[in-house]
């Protein structure tokens, strides 16, 4: 799932970053979950890729929970052909138990492709709530823009501008999910740059 370094440096970046926003507290009560289906090279075959009918896309699926600023907070890469309900359990079952920062959560923004299995789980053993955005803030031909899962898009399209996330290039999904760590690392520390910046001048 992540290496102690990950989950230790990934929770020390947005601890860090958070009093700037103007939050209250650095722990988020509201996260996002979402998945991103990619395609693979060469290099990453076998049993770690699958086929997601759903998107007609052949490679791996990103498994990625944010908060409302879109930074990451866990991540997992499975093949595309997962399904994403069961999986969600099992994904939040993990994360919960090793990533102290999600102990004060209490609504989870997801899309149509988790079931009710997923948040009737989420409900009964942690009493969260799992909601699907119906608000649609910008319509367009192809496509619907809603409320809070438009964050999770965003850090979608952040992640995919690193060449190294552009398609799935590792053999293994634990590689495979260090560079979304290693991305989101990087784009938070940036920001923590850039605003350092604008505080001296």
């Known amino acids: 799932m992540g290496s102690r370094w990950h989950l230790t440096a990934g929770q020390y970046l947005f ?4 009093p700037g926003t103007g939050r209250k507290k650095a722990w988020p009560s509201v996260v996002i979950l979402d998945t991103q289906s990619v395609k693979n090279a060469a290099t990453a075959t076998g049993t770690t890729v699958g086929f ?3 998107k007609l896309v052949k490679g791996r699926k990103r498994r990625v929970l944010t908060d409302t600023l879109g930074h990451v907070l866990a991540s997992r890469v499975l093949p595309a052909d997962t399904v994403d309900g069961p999986a ?3 994904f939040w079952d993990e994360v919960a138990a090793v990533r102290e920062l999600l102990g004060q959560v209490q609504v989870i923004f997801v899309d149509n492709s988790f079931n009710d299995v997923f948040r009737e789980h989420l409900a009964q053993h942690y009493g969260i709530r799992v909601e699907k955005p119906t608000h649609v803030l910008v319509e367009k031909t192809n496509c619907c823009i809603h409320a809070w899962r438009w964050i999770v898009e965003r850090t979608f399209a952040w992640l995919s501008a690193n060449r190294r996330l552009s398609k799935e290039y590792d053999r293994g999904l634990h590689h495979a999910n260090a560079w979304i760590a290693l991305a ?6 940036k920001f ?4 350092q910046l604008l505080t001296i001048a």
């Open 52 to 54: 997601d009918a759903g």
């Open 15 to 18: 601890e860090r970053e958070q």
């Open 88 to 90: 969600a359990i099992a």
């Open 192 to 195: 923590c740059y850039l605003k």
């Open 184 to 189: 989101n690392i990087r784009r938070v520390l």
